[in-house]
């Protein structure tokens, strides 16, 4: 059962495998590359201008006068703080309640096929209206969420417009909304084990928790590292769930950096200062992500 | 052969004249109705009209990317009131706009002044109001009916629309001990919350921007603005449960169910109020101009203005969709489709004053409008207002020292921007 | 005997969880059909039923058609990413050069761009080539973000997939792409049905570019959807209506792709 996933290229034979790799990989780089060559580098060049959504005719060159305005912003380190706050705590508890509940559908029982696609509907509602019903229920008068806390903890708590419960209220937005996404990645990698790997354990003596840690897990680790990835990258770039909530307060308190940057764009119309928040943004998300890659996302069986 | 030579010709002249305008406004009732006057329209002009409706959260960004100095994608444009300093380097002057032939241009006796004074930027029009969208003040006539004689021998003086703030917070101090809650602000973190600072401040005397003719002033009374805050935090305690953070969708829901007493609201959202099926209260409301504070009664004003792009193509055709809207018999027409008029006639009309009591609120309240801060960067200098607005009135911060940044604040972006 | 009691247990756990998860979507569903006076009620569960947000919604002048032109944007913009999409990941997968890596991190990475500083630049050339308000336009736009998507999502499903059976076709004497297509396609389907379906999705809910670069004709059914949020406040029973008529197409292609996730592949079993 040994298989290395990947071989890697002998140089000599290189020019033999060059050909069909270009034949597969080729066609979706042109695509890409073609739609997304003059965006892409006008988005990033414009940081470094002072293009406003306001056109008038002329761009002016100004270097690199918008980062530093951004250094100098303490709402923009702020709200860099919120977002990685944000990322650091709803990720991984979508990952892990995705996890176990990716386990618990792995048997086979009546119903999984529909109960499966009825657990994504969170991640398929339009995110406006997600935001929008939250708003709803954390209502202090009329707000079935609202009720229910009350009713097993503190006093009315105003949710929304209270600095820390609102934070905690578009963290549970996220959570709720995305762990089916976490479980329908990790569902389909668990679907695509080998089951002799499971069954080899088995026959070795080892029990549910040993064939778990042992076997499944590092067979999920690409997988995992993958959804990881991709929910980072989207909540990087949250919106329209928090602005509808909160819309970023109250105080800034939810304003996340993906709100702010939105603010600067579409409010102010400062495009070319988002642009550069979103240069460092990117260059954020590259460091994590450079790690995620390295250590998981390709995957190993051993 | 003459035959066909003459219906050429006048196909092809028909052709020439047959323009296309395209519009751009946002999407709510009121622009919904202007699509059942279209094919009237079309067949009296020969223009065909392209109406493109926006959700109006996104309607400036999508008409600044369609629309620049040098080229535009649409001829008649929608732009709210706040924001017309910043777009008003793309935009035709009023006074230039083209003759027309089929329809002629308002009497600007019939449009409310203070109302045209929304499409005014240093000193020259720059389109024309299509609403009168400005503050109303809403008034439960049946609990005032319900309590006055108990009001009368508690303070001594007749329970009525309140004319003044400090009328407005003794009825809700009597009205707390009846379950009802006197009065409903606004106060999620956006422009209706700069409203709200706005009409404070101006009803208790000051301004907080001024332009003239070298840039702008910071002319924040610090006295009457923290005055302003206090009074406004008094009101607070009659508010309720949650209206630190209430948004349209909030104080609509409580004063439809019947909890709340007194309060402003647009006049986009009293339909609704208005509607049995959505409202507990619907034919028990008066429509008034908003009570007056020490200094004056103020309305804040928030009209939408439909303005010509100076790159458009089709300038004529756009002034005519303009002034058709603008018509009187327009006006009648789709009024009862949802059209809420600017035209000082059609809101006093006594025809409309029985089923929409509102119209005659909005010609009232807007004796008495006042407007936000005219700035191109409004936006930014919004944001600090409203922020600090309700630092201030949520007790997370002091009048005094919330006063103090909001000044320090908006010098701050008007140094940004080189004034 | 003892495998049925657990099914059952197992099918009772999910079941809760189902609908714990579910709660705000029932209220979402429910709000469609609740007067808005009763939207804003303590007693969320007692109400008059009425239709009349939905049938709001279905006379609106522009929903339907909205509805169908994000159906055929979603489609297009689905089908061509995951097609391009699993050959790419493929080739990266099976052909590690050095450069792999780089290309996946540009691909990420071009993900990564706040979509309104796209949308300015995408506006221009679109404008400028006539493909603005119009189906294939949106649709091309939305594979510049839905195919990286697809390629990142599909590495790791595609990379742990053993590769006995591709080696043993092609000792079979197969070309590369007849293994692909025959052979390695039905053992990814998991991962592949996922990334259509996750395609499918932000394509269907996708506002900016939608807004940006649609008009009148093209108009995705997110953008008037967005406009039942009205100047004020929202037009909740339409709103809600609205909303769980689109949850609908993504539900169905869900449902519908879930049969092509074959569970728990033995070796030794090659088909064909």
New interface residues.
Partial sequence: ?Q?S?????DPKKRGR?LA??????L???I??GA??A???I???A?SLTDRE?LYLGKTNFIGLRNYSEMIRDRNFWHSLSLQLGFIAIAIPIQLVIGLF?AI??N????????????????????????G???R??L?P??G?LASFFNSISLGPIAWLADTRYAYVAILLQDI?RMW??MF??IY??L??????YVEAATIDGANFFQRFWYVVLP?LK??I??AF??RM?DA??IF?EVY?MTYGGPSNATMLL?LY??KQ??EFGR?SY??SV?VF??IV??FI??FV??RG???E?E | MRKWLICLAVLLTLTLMAATVRVLL???ALT?AL?EGLPEFEKKTGIKV?????????LL??TL??VTAERS?YDLIAVDEPNIPLVAPLLLPFAQWPETKFYTRPSMADIMPLALEAGQWKGEFKGLPVNANVYIWLTRKDIIEKYKDEFKKEYGYEMRVPKTLQELLDMAKFLSKKGIYGWAPFTKPTEGATCEAIWMFESFGTKVLQVTDKGYNVVLDKQKAIEAINFYRELLKYAPPGALDY???ER??AF??GEVFSMFN?P??VP?IENP????VAGNVVYTEPPAGPAKAAAVRGCWIVAIPLAAKEKTAAAEFAYWWMSVETGRKLIPKGLTPARESLLKDPAYSKERPWFLGIYQSMKYAVERPRFERYPEVSQVIRNNWLDAVSGRVSPEVAVDRMVEEINAVLKKYGY | MRKRV???V??L???S??LI??F??M??IV?GFK???D????N?FYFKPTL?SYQLIFTH?EFPRSLRNSFVVASLSAL?SVS??S??A????????KFN?A???I?????????????????M?F?SIGLNDNVLGLS??H??FN???V???L???F??????YEEAAKVDGCK??QI?LKIFFP??S??I??AA??AF?MSW?E?IYA??LT??RAKTA??V???F??????L?GQ??AA?TI??LP??AV??SL??Y???????GGIKG
């Fill in positions: 059962m298989s996933r990947s071989m890697v290229i495998f069909p790799f270009f034949v597969f990989v066609p979706a780089l695509v890409v739609i997304l003059y965006p892409v006008y988005a990033l414009i959504l509940v618990l559908f048997r086979e029982f009546p119903f999984s096929k529909i109960l499966r696609s009825l657990l994504m509907l969170p991640v398929f509602v339009l995110p406006v209206l997600s929008l019903t939250w709803l229920m209502q008068s009329y079935v709720w089916p996404f329908m990645i389909a990698g679907s695509s084990m080998p089951s002799e067979y690409s997988v590292a993958t990835l991709l990258i990087l770039r329209s509808v993906s940057i939105h764009a579409f495009l988002a642009a979103a943004l990117l998300a590259l992500s450079y890659v390295k996302l390709r995957g069986i | 946002w999407d709510d919904q699509r392209e109406l493109e409706l926006v959700p109006s959260g996104t960004q999508k990317i369609s994608d948004g349209h969708a609509v829901a439809s169910r647009w986009a959202l609704d099926e959505k409202s507990l | 657990i099914s059952f197992v099918l756990v999910a079941l969880i189902v998860e579910l705000p979507i209220v979402v709000n007067r808005d006076i939207i804003w009620s303590k969320p009349r002048r061509v391009l999409g050959m790419a493929y080739g990266l997968s099976r052909f590690n050069f890596d290309l996946i991190f691909l990420l990475m071009v993900r990564m761009i706040p979509q309104i500083s796209l949308a300015v630049p995408f506006y050339i404008r091309l736009a594979i510049s195919l990286p998507y390629v990142a999502l590495l790791p499903f990379s742990s997939i053993p590769r006995e590369t792409f692909f053992l990814a998991a991962g049905v996922v379906v996750f999705l809910n506002f807004l940006v008009g009148t997110p953008i959807v967005n406009a949020l009205g100047q004020y406040a929202p909740w709103l809600s909303g689109m949850l993504v539900f869900t449902l879930q049969r996730i074959i569970r728990g592949l033995s070796a």
